[in-house]
């Protein structure tokens, strides 16, 4: 069953920017925020993240030492 959220104190300037952006994508603002908040649920937040990483790295046991981390970034730059 779906629900209604409604959010109260927007900022003029946010809703004018959210409104071009649905309007670009040819949607109402119900539609542009409805696809919006489904995409923003479907991903993890940061912190969920960042423990299920801690909890995957207390499981496996391993440690990657900084210098190899640095070592892969430097090795993708030109």
Known sequence: ????ITIRGVP???RDELAMRAALQCQSM?????C???RLAER???GMWL???RNRK???KTRIPPSLILRARD????
């Open 1 to 4: 069953m779906a629900v209604q």
């Open 12 to 14: 003029e300037e946010v």
């Open 30 to 34: 119900q539609e542009f925020l409805r």
């Open 36 to 38: 919006e908040l489904a």
């Open 44 to 46: 993890p937040s940061v």
């Open 51 to 53: 423990q299920a990483v």
């Open 58 to 60: 207390v499981g496996t």
């Open 75 to 78: 090795a993708d730059r030109p």
